[in-house]
């Protein structure tokens, strides 16, 4: 289990990252989310022993994480840290040696993965001549090759096709059947829903929201209704708690303040003719991240 507990992090006089706590088990992706500037990559360099804290603790199977304990972690950044004059082999073996692999085992795991991948004729390439997808395999699966108990991805499906994004997607979820604990930071939220068990929203370096991903859309108030009919768009507007009404194609989303609002709603709509859906839904996390950042700069 990775524990990070009450760290805090200060550039000088700047507090980057504020008293933050999460946990995350075997087998669990867990999602770091913030704007930019919100203390992910302060967050991750400190997990990978990269950077020392100011206070707190972070623990990986009850052990505190410096430099002799970074062979368990992988991380695949935005950045590319690749040497491109250097081939996919060349490469694979300079990092695979550096954590403790031999030159055998790093070639047959670089052969499994790039055949996975789809990738296999690159083995001899240039980085260089590599396309941004097909680097961007390359780099996740430099950070797989020592198979690591943790992996920390961010934005890993950047410069990537829908083809390739659903081939990443599935060596994710193999991972996470295989009790890899995966952290995975991205902006696109879609994303997120898709993987995380549990998540943390960062502003300013503080936690503003944290939890399983199902309790914090339970939780949360706020609601849409999704109709489709002939409504009459200004009464329901009039309605007290209802937020916003708005119409994507043939389907209106009725933004309500709390379940309480869907009584007054459904009595307005069965004036109206053609009602042929009426479903009251969680927000999305789009929403709720985009709530809760917002509440959190106006404080
Ligand atoms: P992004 O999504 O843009 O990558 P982030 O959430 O990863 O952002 P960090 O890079 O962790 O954010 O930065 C958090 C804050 O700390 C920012 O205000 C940043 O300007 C500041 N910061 C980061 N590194 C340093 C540093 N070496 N010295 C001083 N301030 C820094």
């Given at each position: 289990?990775?524990?990070?507990?009450?760290?805090?992090?200060?550039?000088?006089?700047?507090?980057?990252?504020?008293?933050?706590?999460?946990?995350?088990?075997?087998?669990?992706?867990?999602?770091?989310?913030?704007?930019?500037?919100?203390?992910k990559t302060t967050t991750f360099r400190m997990i990978m022993g990269l950077l020392d804290k100011n206070g707190?603790?972070?623990?990986?199977?009850?052990?505190?994480?410096?430099?002799?304990?970074?062979?368990?972690?992988?991380?695949?950044?935005?950045?590319?840290?690749?040497?491109?004059?250097?081939t996919v082999l060349e490469q694979a073996i300079y990092y695979g040696v550096l954590k403790g692999l031999t030159r055998e085992e790093v070639e047959t795991r670089l052969d499994e993965y790039l055949k996975e991948f789809n990738i296999e004729e690159y083995k001899d390439k240039k980085i260089k001549e590599l396309s941004k997808g097909n680097q961007q395999k390359i780099q996740f699966i430099l950070a797989l090759l020592h198979k690591p108990k943790l992996l920390i991805l961010?934005?890993?499906?950047?410069?990537?096709?829908?083809?390739?994004?659903?081939?990443?997607?599935?060596?994710?979820?193999?991972?996470?059947?295989?009790?890899?604990?995966?952290?995975?930071?991205?902006?696109?939220?879609?994303?997120?829903?898709?993987?995380?068990?549990?998540?943390?929203?960062?502003?300013?370096?503080s936690a503003v929201l944290e939890g399983k991903l199902s309790k914090i859309k339970k939780d949360y108030r706020k609601k849409n209704i999704k109709v489709i009919g002939d409504i009459d768009v200004d009464t329901i507007s009039k309605i007290k708690g209802v937020v916003?009404?708005?119409?994507?194609?043939?389907?209106?989303?009725?933004?309500?303040?709390?379940?309480?609002?869907?009584?007054?709603?459904?009595?307005?709509?069965?004036?109206?003719?053609?009602?042929?859906?009426?479903?009251?839904?969680?927000?999305?996390?789009?929403?709720?991240?985009?709530?809760?950042?917002?509440?959190?700069y106006e404080k």
């Amino acid at each position: 289990m990775l524990k990070v507990e009450h760290v805090t992090k200060y550039y000088g006089d700047f507090r980057a990252v504020n008293d933050i706590s999460f946990e995350i088990k075997e087998g669990e992706i867990f999602g770091l989310l913030g704007v930019n500037g919100a203390g992910k990559t302060t967050t991750f360099r400190m997990i990978m022993g990269l950077l020392d804290k100011n206070g707190g603790k972070i623990t990986l199977d009850g052990k505190e994480i410096d430099y002799s304990q970074t062979d368990k972690i992988g991380f695949l950044t935005e950045e590319r840290s690749l040497l491109l004059t250097k081939t996919v082999l060349e490469q694979a073996i300079y990092y695979g040696v550096l954590k403790g692999l031999t030159r055998e085992e790093v070639e047959t795991r670089l052969d499994e993965y790039l055949k996975e991948f789809n990738i296999e004729e690159y083995k001899d390439k240039k980085i260089k001549e590599l396309s941004k997808g097909n680097q961007q395999k390359i780099q996740f699966i430099l950070a797989l090759l020592h198979k690591p108990k943790l992996l920390i991805l961010d934005e890993p499906f950047s410069g990537l096709d829908p083809i390739n994004v659903e081939m990443f997607k599935k060596v994710i979820l193999r991972l996470k059947s295989e009790n890899t604990i995966i952290i995975f930071s991205s902006h696109m939220m879609e994303h997120i829903e898709y993987f995380c068990d549990s998540l943390v929203i960062l502003v300013n370096g503080s936690a503003v929201l944290e939890g399983k991903l199902s309790k914090i859309k339970k939780d949360y108030r706020k609601k849409n209704i999704k109709v489709i009919g002939d409504i009459d768009v200004d009464t329901i507007s009039k309605i007290k708690g209802v937020v916003s009404v708005d119409k994507k194609r043939e389907e209106y989303t009725i933004k309500i303040e709390d379940e309480s609002v869907t009584k007054n709603v459904f009595k307005a709509l069965s004036k109206c003719d053609n009602i042929t859906k009426f479903v009251v839904e969680e927000p999305t996390l789009n929403e709720i991240f985009i709530d809760k950042v917002g509440e959190s700069y106006e404080k």
